[in-house]
């Protein structure tokens, strides 16, 4: 029983805590399970999601860390003032602010999507805090994008009012759906309160902020140098395990963290972007025995 990590998933449920926290002017809601002195994970979620994609991860992982998943700004239950900027760089700064508020002073993360950007902009800035990174189609490679950015492209490019009205249908309830099933072999084990409650935080909060951030991805794409500059230098163990499938982010973009990170691990799912809706147990474990091996299972109070 001791030498396996999900041994005590079977037996022991972790009381997930839920709150939130004012951080400049936002107050930001988060997830919380798991022991105060355990090494912490942060899980960043992503476009179409906030911290309910991890209602499932979080006590599967919670028998042996301490787990925060905050709702980014302009998603979930957050809540941010009318003049909020929605830049990524906006995002971090809170998600930064974030992490000190809670007294995150090392952790490894979770990136999905939207939260990569994020996450990557933390990493650079704090590479002393980063203890190991796992990429849920949390793409960090121009070859990892694929052809249907094209829209979103032609906004970077030229952000006229005509390009920005053209990602609207992005935030529409069938495109939400349609992200959550493409690529999905099994739609039956999509539950539909994913992008459902994601569909209703866009119509409560406004689909302006989420507009802003489509049109702001491109300064991600930009800062994909110094992110590389990072792995080259600090070597962070990552894990990148993959729904296969995604129309958005490529496996390519997977096998891409190999040319700055040897060591990193590549696995691939045969489900979609979505890929804790389907495969959340197979992730769990594979996390469980990735964080294990790099010696990040031990709390804190033992050394």
Known sequence: MQDNPTALSTT?????????IAIDGTDVFYREAGPADAPAILLLHGFGAS???????????????RVVAPDLPGFGM?????????????LADVIDAFTDAVGLDTYAMYVFDYGAPVGWRLAVRHPERITAIVSQNGNGYEEGLSPGWAPMRAAWADPSAANREALR??????????????????????????????????????VDAQLNLLVDYGQNIAQYAQLHAYFRQYQP??????????????PAGAHAFTRDLPQAEVRFLDTGHFALETHGAEIADAMHDFLARHGMDKHKNKG
């Open 237 to 250: 163990p990552l894990l990148a395990i993959w729904g296969q499938n995604d129309p958005f982010f490529l």
């Open 12 to 20: 022991v449920t972790p009381v997930v805590r839920y709150a939130s």
């Open 51 to 65: 911290s309910h994609m991890f209602r499932d991860l979080i006590p599967a992982l919670a028998t042996h860390y």
């Open 78 to 90: 957050t809540r941010t003032d009318p003049a909020f900027a929605f830049t990524f760089a906006h």
């Open 169 to 206: 249908t992005f935030n529409s309830f069938e495109m939400t759906k349609w992200q959550y099933m493409e690529g999905v072999q099994d739609v039956s084990r999509v539950a539909p309160d994913g992008y459902a409650l994601a569909f209703a935080a866009t119509e409560r909060i406004g």
